[in-house]
């Protein structure tokens, strides 16, 4: 049985259409992927992590940003838009729009049913890309479940984990030490 053809398209097609787009699409080598919507424990697990971060981080040089902000990757062309990121330099933006960023410091995603095996192969490959990237954090929705990727100077990375209400990370980028209690706050697991 025949594939379908794939239409590719330009970045520069992606990104003015997805300028005026209703809904929020990945572009990855000419070829663009609808976002699903997020689940309530998503959602929730966002609201508590984007309440504690703008509570530490008011008054300093850091600042977070929800799933609004799309982030660029020129080395390997993906453009996408992590649940939440922390930048700690001046933002970089890929041109005058100031809607695509390029230099994130820490990329949090919330991983669901449908997107865990993209968010924890494939594009933390493509994300290793970021050169300003110094931390990469993997919030399971389904389980309380943390992983999280710190860059050293060598540019290696260190894995840790955490699976227990009791258990502590602190997001080394800006100093912030959370309980797993705090990141599920409000999420029930079935």
Excluded at 18 to 42: C, P, Q
Excluded at 44 to 51: C, F, K, L, S
Excluded at 111 to 121: A, E
């Amino acid at each position: 049985m025949a594939q379908p053809a794939i239409n590719f398209i330009s970045s520069e097609d992606y990104l003015a259409t997805e300028r005026l787009a209703l809904e929020k699409h990945e572009y990855y080598k000419g070829e663009v992927f609808a976002m699903s919507g997020a689940s309530f424990e998503h959602n929730v697990i966002e609201d508590n992590i984007r309440g504690i971060l703008y509570g530490h981080l008011k008054g300093r040089p850091c600042r977070s940003f929800g799933s609004n902000l799309r982030v660029h990757i020129p080395s390997n062309t993906l453009y996408t838009y992590p649940d939440v990121l922390i930048v700690c330099e001046e933002p970089e933006f890929l041109d005058g729009e100031f809607d695509t960023l390029l230099n994130p410091a820490v990329i949090i995603e919330i991983l669901s049913p449908s997107t865990g095996n993209y968010d924890r192969g494939a594009k933390w490959d493509l994300y290793r890309e970021i050169e300003s990237l110094k931390e990469y954090i993997l919030i399971d929705s389904t389980a309380m479940h943390i992983v999280q990727y710190v860059r050293n100077n060598d540019k290696t990375w260190i894995l840790s984990e955490n699976k227990k209400a009791d258990a502590h990370f602190t997001i080394q980028a800006i100093g912030l030490a959370l309980s797993l209690s705090e990141v599920y706050d409000g999420v029930s697991f079935s």
